[in-house]
């Protein structure tokens, strides 16, 4: 169990899903892929499909449309699989809370193990976030 | 027989393809990483990455579920044994059989036909729009490919086994300093390029467009085992080119040196070319390399 639950932090695939976001978190999550930042030194890798994912990168004010989709994603992504929220409207719907057709927070709807504030978060920020998530993981075994 | 098992499953067949694979597969990452100004992954990555796949649940389509799990079987099965025929010949190019170049030529495109058919079974249209580009790639590179192998085959005076051609070079020099042999080569290294479908030539993979085309519905266990397969590909294909094309000198050190160099080479045209629609790749197999290799037929008809 110990042995693959090593080799899950170890090489973790990402599939990033935007919920209604402004596209500035998921530029900055693009970022992470760049040689400044270069996240596939951990392994982590964006992959095209969701039943390739290990963790859901979800962005965005959840409106009222995407969180049908959004609940049949995860629903299709191979367990284990966690989900993280990046940026301030996935953690709380910033300033859309008061919006006609924004009417839950994520966690709400899916199970989030991991938050990412800011708006949006820097890239050193999700990387902070992923090396708690990590650890968290490898303590619970 | 047990010697057979041995072959089959641990030296040149399964384990030791496979590990050559992975770290071939590594190499391929950091040196894309480097030429991006990267750092790259560690060197143990992709083994992490075959690892996770086994932990994680897999999930099936409602439908063919058989097909769907059987087909990346298949074109495991095959490849090994392409592995082990390719190692064997390396070790001893005697004790080949007559005829083993025709066999490894069809095993070889099995992995191939394995994705279509699990791709087809899993009934997602990304899939399947994968799998027509898959098919007519296939249509496109196996025609030159052959062309140039078949340029081979008649410089060593009609051999279709890996011992006489390896023996022919021995004798008269590796084949890629002659004429014929140097325009063949070159037409397989594109060709080889489309079987493990990188780019210029991945429209059947395309991530971005059809989000992993024909691997889409694949998850845990059957997508570990394509992930092997195209491991495997990277150890078996520039093997072959090695045994058809620079088999003059096979002693450990130069064989592993030629891998390295080839490697090289598939990865930079890799990193420094656009992929192709594939209209544009079928139209471009159908010219100038079957061109360049039906003169490289011609030219080894002469004895160049
Ligand atoms: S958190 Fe900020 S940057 Fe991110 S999607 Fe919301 S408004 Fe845009």
């Known amino acids: ?31 992470l892929l760049t040689p400044r930042h270069d996240v596939e030194r951990f392994g982590i890798q964006l992959v095209g499909s969701v039943r390739h994912a290990d963790a859901l990168l979800i962005t965005g004010a959840m409106n009222k449309k995407a969180v049908v989709r959004m609940k049949k994603i995860y629903e299709q992504a191979p367990k284990p699989c966690v989900v993280v929220a990046v940026g301030q409207c996935a953690l709380s719907r910033h300033l859309f809370r008061y919006s006609y057709n924004v009417e839950e927070p994520l966690d709400k709807i899916l199970p989030v193990d991991l938050y990412i504030p800011g708006c949006p978060p820097k890239p050193e920020a999700m990387i902070d976030g992923i090396v708690k998530l990590v650890n968290k993981l490898k303590s619970k075994k | 027989m047990l010697n057979i098992i041995f072959n089959y499953l641990i030296f040149p067949g399964f384990l030791f393809s496979v590990c050559i694979g992975l770290i071939a597969g590594w190499f391929d990452r950091k040196v894309t990483a480097r030429l991006q100004w990267r750092k790259g992954p560690p060197w143990y990555q992709n083994f992490a990455d075959i690892l996770k796949l086994l932990g994680k649940e897999t999930i099936l389509p409602s439908s063919a579920k058989l097909t769907f799990l059987l087909a990346p079987c298949l074109g495991l099965a095959s490849l090994v044994l392409v592995a082990t025929i390719l190692g064997r010949n390396i070790i001893s190019p005697s004790q080949g059989f007559s005829g083993d170049l025709v066999v490894v030529l069809y095993l070889l495109v099995i992995p191939a036909i394995s994705l279509i058919l699990g791709a087809s079974a899993s009934r997602n249209p990304l899939a399947s729009v994968g799998a027509s580009r898959e098919m007519k790639l296939i249509l496109a590179y196996e025609l030159p490919f052959i062309l140039s192998i078949i340029a081979i085959i008649i410089k060593s005076g009609g051999a279709i086994q ?31 390029q489309a079987k493990l479908g990188f780019v210029p030539f991945d429209v059947s993979e395309a991530e971005q467009e059809i989000m992993g085309g024909v691997l889409i519905e694949y998850s845990g266990l059957p997508l570990a085992i394509f992930k092997l397969i195209k491991a495997m590909l990277l150890y078996t294909l520039p093997v072959l080119l090695i045994i058809l094309f620079l088999g003059q000198n096979l002693t450990m050190l130069s064989v592993i040196g030629k891998f390295i160099a080839l490697l090289i080479v598939i990865i930079l045209i890799k990193n ?30 002469f004895g160049l």
């Open chain 2, 162 to 192: 890996f011992g006489t051609i390896l023996n022919h070079q021995a004798l008269f020099g590796s084949n890629i300093f002659s004429w014929s042999g140097l325009i063949a080569f070159l037409v397989s290294v594109l060709c080889i």
């Open chain 2, 272 to 301: 420094t070319s656009p992929r192709l629609r594939i209209d544009q790749s079928l139209r471009f197999f159908w010219r100038i390399p079957t061109l360049l290799a039906i003169l490289a037929v011609i030219l080894g008809y």
């Open chain 1, 1 to 31: 169990m110990d042995f693959k639950l090593s080799a899950l932090t170890k090489s973790i695939w990402v599939f990033h899903v935007s919920a209604g976001s402004c596209n500035n978190c998921d530029i900055e999550i693009l970022d």
